[in-house]
């Protein structure tokens, strides 16, 4: 999944899914919390939103560890939760995750490989800005070795 997508949270929690990735997340799939440390530190909460097929490989990849290491996604999977969209293709972010992610009104959608996530607004201006820059950008791709 790719692109980035601005949108907003009604008063209920609910936000719009990106036509760009309806299809590929289906009707039915799973939001779940996320983060990452960021090169000063920072860590950068956000939601995660796994297609049910990406959601399986996860669950299967973390029955197979041993229990004292499959015991740390105990607050992965305790805090998932499914997701359907509506008729107006919007799904409802449960309260604790938009509280987790905190998330205000204004929230981004990001592709993410073979997964979307949901940034609070605030979140992915700072988190991204920097990462704009032609330095940045070069470093990146010498990473990635492309």
């Known amino acids: 999944m790719t692109g980035m997508f601005e949108h907003t949270l ?22 779940a ?3 990452n440390r960021e090169p ?3 860590v950068c909460k956000y939601l995660v939103l796994y297609p049910e ?32 969209m509506d008729s107006q293709s919007r799904i409802l972010l449960p309260q ?9 009104k204004e929230v981004v959608i990001t ?6 996530k949901v940034w609070d607004r605030t979140v992915w201006d700072r988190r991204s800005a920097p990462r704009l820059e032609p330095g940045m950008v070069a470093e ?4 990635l070795g492309l």
Do not use: T
């Open 40 to 42: 000063d530190g920072e």
């Open 96 to 104: 604790v995750l938009r509280e987790y992610a905190q998330l205000g």
């Open 53 to 84: 097929d990406v959601w399986q490989e996860l669950e299967e990849k973390i029955n197979a560890l041993p229990a004292a290491q499959a015991a740390q996604a105990d607050v992965l999977m305790a805090y998932a939760a499914p997701c359907e």
């Open 111 to 116: 592709g993410s490989g073979n997964k979307a």
């Open 33 to 35: 919390i996320g983060a």
């Open 10 to 31: 009604d008063a209920k929690g609910r936000v719009a899914v990106p036509a760009k990735l309806r299809e590929r997340l289906g009707a039915s799939f799973h939001v």
């Open 140 to 143: 990146m791709f010498e990473r």
